[in-house]
């Protein structure tokens, strides 16, 4: 048997904690793949002390990332804490050393990843990052190498596993927004601060990292529009599943020639397609390439050992050499990216509105007008009798149409004065 390679883990978090049990407890099986054993030479962490009931000498856990970047023997280091800082100190800290980096931090590389990929390459190592997008989903090699044939012309994903878990507990089981999060947390889905969950960060992030697989082209995340799923309750769940639809946080990249339009933002999913019966941690992704046409992904998004899962595959493929085969290609679209020039949220889809309006004559006709004067076409009004005073809810379904253009609509219609509060405007996916 070959020697065993010596492997460093940067963080015994949630993740971190799963990689080290999938390596000691899978061990044959791992070995049998990479054609030698992997062994968990050191780990780093924050706190020493704590028993995390890992098969972990004490002597073998330290502080310091240079137990790890310095130690001659280790070749491959899983990076496995979340944020910015220390992250990318380590990261290049470790590539410097010479150690290739398997890492599951995806709001490093939305934020740092054509600095982070020049030095890597640079250095003559690799950067693997399966597990940095939802979760279990072998998305990244699917993207990268699988459909490497293709010119990918969309990409739909559900890729936050928590905002998926809330939305769709809150929906079949009528729980409370505040009770689903702290379940979310407790179960290990959640990012350290889960408002990155909840206000579509997250996912916005991911959706970078897989615009770049895909297109070529690293758009600055906080550049994406995105919308959370902050502001969807469960009066806004009842009226699109009266129209046949549940709601879910969805991150699209779409090119039609050379623009590309990317965005996140809870829309209404047609109920029996792949999206809407996307349920708890489980994300979801819809590809569209030229020669495959559409593909659908779905599993574990989340969680400890379905991360795990995929760093420890990346940890097998850099062991046998696939990471770094696989990584000199990532950059190849990167020259064309030019050809792909992002336009920002403009994309043509139904729409749902929500709007409150007054319970008065010609109030319909002031909304309905200001739609068609915006060039929108309706498919269908919902108004009941209002339960008691006030304003009753308007609900529009419109024919496809531009999201710019109903966006003008929708503050044109918000500041009149036939409406009270702010209309909801969501997109609707009806495959
Ligand atoms: N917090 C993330 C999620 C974990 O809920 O999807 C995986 O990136």
Redesign the pocket.
């Known amino acids: 048997m070959p020697d065993p390679v010596r492997v460093g883990v940067v963080g015994l978090g949630t993740v971190g904690s799963g990689v080290v049990r999938l390596l000691v407890d899978s061990a044959d099986h791992i070995t049998r793949h990479a054609g030698r054993p992997i062994v968990v030479e050191r780990a780093v962490c924050r706190d020493v002390g704590r028993d995390r009931g890992l098969k972990l000498a004490p002597d073998r856990v330290s502080t310091d990332i240079r137990t790890i970047s310095r130690d001659p023997s280790i070749s491959v280091a899983a990076l496995l804490v979340g944020g910015l800082e220390p992250a990318r100190s380590m990261m290049i800290d470790l590539l410097e050393n010479g150690k290739d980096v398997v890492t599951?931090n995806?709001a490093l590389l939305a934020e740092h990843g054509p600095e982070l990929f020049e030095l890597a390459r640079k250095k003559g190592r690799s950067i693997a990052f399966e597990?940095?997008?939802?979760?279990g989903i072998p998305i990244v090699a699917a993207i990268g190498e699988c459909l490497a044939a293709n010119r990918i012309d969309s990409i739909r994903g559900i890729?936050?596993?928590?905002?998926?878990?809330i939305l769709s507990t809150m929906e079949e089981e009528g729980a409370d927004y505040a009770d689903v999060l702290a379940l979310?947390q407790a179960k290990g889905?959640?990012?350290a601060d889960?408002s990155?969950?909840v206000d579509g960060t997250?996912?916005t992030q991911?959706l970078a990292i897989l615009a770049h697989l895909a297109f070529g082209v690293w758009v600055p995340w906080a550049e994406i529009p995105r919308t959370g799923i902050e502001g969807v309750d469960s009066d806004l769940m009842a009226s699109a599943a009266e129209l046949g639809y549940r709601i879910r946080l969805v991150a699209i990249a779409s090119r039609s020639d050379d623009r590309l339009a990317m965005r996140v933002a809870p829309a209404l999913v047609k109920i029996g397609t792949p999206l809407a019966e996307t349920r708890g941690?489980f994300?979801a992704v819809s590809i569209v390439g030229d020669a495959v046409g559409r593909m659908f992904f779905h599993g574990l998004?989340?969680?400890q050992m379905p991360?795990a899962s995929a760093v420890v595959a990346d940890i097998i493929d850099t062991v046998v050499g696939r990471a770094a085969i696989t990584f000199r290609t990532t950059g190849v679209l990167d020259a064309e990216s030019s050809a792909a020039r992002v336009v920002g949220a403009d994309m043509v889809q139904k729409h749902f509105l929500r709007v409150h309006v007054d319970d008065r004559p010609g109030v319909l006709s002031r909304i309905t007008g200001i739609l068609g004067e915006h060039g929108i076409s309706i498919a269908s009004v919902i108004q009941r009798d209002p339960a008691g005073v006030g304003g009753v809810p308007l609900v529009i379904m419109t024919h496809a149409c531009g999201t710019n253009a109903v966006a003008k609509a929708v503050a044109h219609i918000d500041a009149s004065d036939v409406v009270s509060g702010t209309t909801v405007c969501l997109g609707v996916l009806d495959d």
Do not use: C, I, R
């Not at 597990?131 to 979760?135: I, K, L, P």
């Open positions: 599951a995806k597990a940095a997008v939802a979760g890729l936050n596993g928590t905002s998926n878990f979310a889905y959640a990012e889960p990155m969950d997250d996912a991911k941690a994300n998004g989340a969680g991360t």
